[in-house]
């Protein structure tokens, strides 16, 4: 379903959320070196191993390194650290010091997804909604944006709205699609705007607050 020509198919939907890994996370690690990390991730310390996995990611203390960066990240990863497993996510994405793998990007998505990661739950919802590295699943894609939108995920919130509008997975219903746009519009992202401002151009009836 396409009404009044908003949505023109799997484009209309935000795409993977590539950011995490240059900025957010690593926020909490600017200033040290490797060295305050090094000792307690040979130990097996999850949260050193991905504190050093951020310095080799963006080469702060260190020589950038994405293998050096890929492998603690993985070991952290493996002991169930969510920053991590997404922070993997996004460099099989990328293609960041191992080979493109939407698969092997799907895997730790998930794994972070389930832990209540909001980014990854909309990189799996996308994932899920275009068939990237999993068969693609349009009820799957709305129980993911609808797990990172309840969480105040802007992208997530726009992408639920725009199924609600569509009418994908779920009865059509403006008044829902118009309520999670305004979420998202209200964090300032800017494709929110964009399609209230469309449903108000077409002559849709967008209630005031």
Known sequence: MNPRGILPGCCWV???LLTSCTGGYHNTVRGHKAGDYTAAAEQEVADAQYNLGVLYYTGKGVPQDYQAA???????????????QHCLGEMCCKGEGVPQDYQTAFKWFTAAAEQGEAKAQHNIGYMYYCGEGTPKDHN???????AAAKQGY??????????YYAGECV??????????L???????EASAHHYLGLMYSNGEEVPQD
Do not use: C, V
């Not at 990863?77 to 920053?83: L, P």
């Not at 802007?154 to 199924?163: E, F, I, R, V």
């Open 14 to 16: 935000l795409g993977f």
């Open 70 to 84: 890929f492998k603690w990240y993985t070991a952290a990863a493996e002991q169930g650290d969510a920053k991590a």
């Open 140 to 146: 799957a894609a709305f129980k993911w944006y609808s």
């Open 154 to 163: 802007a992208p997530s919130q726009t992408n639920l709205g725009l199924m």
């Open 171 to 180: 009865p059509q219903n403006y008044k829902e699609a118009i309520k999670w």
């Open 182 to 188: 305004r979420k998202a519009a209200r964090q300032g």
